[in-house]
């Protein structure tokens, strides 16, 4: 194995990747390249996530849910997450606020507009 890239299936691919660009994600790859975006690649740092419209599965993948959200987080390590926090606090929905975790971490959680939950953390020491 070499990569894992979340595919996350939504309804509104374009205002997925703004939401994911105040994060500080870069599209780095679209389909189509013109007109309206079925997928798209975003990329921050070492962490790449992938997009999809529902719309574009079509019949295939059946146990897919057709559900935003789903019972699944996404756990981001990442350096400055003090400064991080600061930054998006006033344009993403903060589940959880800046906390040391009894493991030692330093996490905060959102949920992006699609209700996909993402943790970020940081191993301040």
């Known amino acids: 194995m070499e990569t894992l890239s979340p595919n996350f299936f939504v309804h509104d691919i374009r205002a997925t990747i703004s939401w994911y660009e105040a994060l500080g994600f870069e599209l780095t790859m679209r389909v189509p390249e013109t007109g309206d975006p079925a997928w798209a690649m975003m990329t921050c740092g070492s962490v790449t996530v992938m997009f999809q419209t529902f719309a574009s599965l079509g019949d295939t ?3 897919v849910s057709r559900n935003p959200g789903g019972s699944l987080l996404l756990y981001v390590k990442l350096k400055g997450i003090r400064s991080f926090f600061e930054r998006v606090k006033g344009s ?4 959880q ?3 040391k975790t009894f493991y ?3 996490e905060f959680s959102v949920k992006d507009i699609n209700g996909y939950i993402l943790t970020f953390a940081e191993d301040e020491g």
């Open 61 to 63: 993948l059946p146990d």
């Open 92 to 95: 993403v929905t903060i589940l």
């Open 97 to 99: 606020g800046l906390e």
């Open 104 to 106: 030692g971490a330093t």
